[in-house]
T-cell receptor
Framework: SAVISQKPSRDICQRGTSLTIQCQVDSQVTMMFWYRQQPGQSLTLIATANQGSEATYESGFVIDKFPISRPNLTFSTLTVSNMSPEDSSIYLC???????????FGSGTQLSVL | KQEVTQIPAALSVPEGENLVLNCSFTDSAIYNLQWFRQDPGKGLTSLLLIQSSQREQTSGRLNASLDKSSGRSTLYIAASQPGDSATYLCAVPGGMISSGSARQLTFGSGTQLTVLP
């Protein structure tokens, strides 16, 4: 299994500012993903974090709003840029590991935008 | 496009009761199905993963079954405890993925379980 550390665990931010969320994995994972969970809803995939190259974004998500880095196999960041109250959600880092391959999650970042 | 549905959306039971959570998916050509637990405001914990060739998986008081042909999975929790209170989500790969990886899962909306002491 993989242990995924994510920080901050929660933050309250002002409109128009940006927040960077960090994700550290204790072992090498095959792939890393960022999900968003809006209040009362299930998880929606934002993007796949690719090592050393630009992330692959899902429909409805763009790099200017959610820049993602993955400089090595065990670390990734997600930035929520120019935040608005609609960005208030839980943001989750995840990675695939093991055989058969499973998806493991970080503890999440609960973001509130005022 | 794969769609995953979970019913009921919420469930409240007295401690000690056995219960079943349901998950259905529209595209039966899945490689596996995974059940997760989510505590309020927290990330997800993987509970069980069932491969498409399997019919069920067990872990402690949890038993998950898979019927690919009907597009259904159930999570059975025996002798429920207040500590089981959480949201339970099922997830499947977005479509047939020959590599069998867990990437790009499609999640159900979850069943919020409350076990009353």
């Amino acid at each position: 299994s993989a242990v995924i550390s994510q920080k901050p665990s929660r933050d309250i931010c002002q409109r128009g500012t940006s927040l960077t969320i960090q994700c550290q994995v204790d072992s090498q994972v095959t792939m890393m993903f960022w999900y968003r969970q809006q209040p009362g809803q299930s998880l929606t995939l934002i993007a796949t974090a690719n090592q050393g190259s630009e992330a692959t974004y899902e429909s409805g998500f763009v790099i200017d709003k959610f820049p993602i880095s993955r400089p090595n196999l065990t670390f990734s960041t997600l930035t929520v840029s120019n935040m608005s109250p609609e960005d208030s959600s839980i943001y989750l880092c995840s990675g695939t590991a093991g055989h058969p391959e499973k998806l493991f999650f970080g503890s999440g970042t609960q973001l509130s935008v005022l | 496009k794969q769609e995953v549905t979970q019913i009921p959306a919420a469930l409240s039971v007295p401690e000690g009761e056995n219960l079943v959570l349901n998950c259905s998916f529209t595209d039966s050509a899945i490689y596996n199905l995974q059940w997760f637990r989510q505590d309020p405001g927290k990330g997800l914990t993987s509970l069980l993963l069932i491969q498409s060739s399997q019919r069920e998986q067990t872990s402690g008081r949890l038993n998950a079954s898979l019927d690919k042909s009907s597009g259904r999975s159930t999570l059975y929790i025996a002798a429920s405890q207040p500590g089981d209170s959480a949201t339970y989500l099922c997830a499947v790969p977005g479509g047939m993925i020959s590599s069998g990886s867990a990437r790009q899962l499609t999640f159900g909306s979850g069943t919020q379980l409350t076990v009353l002491p």
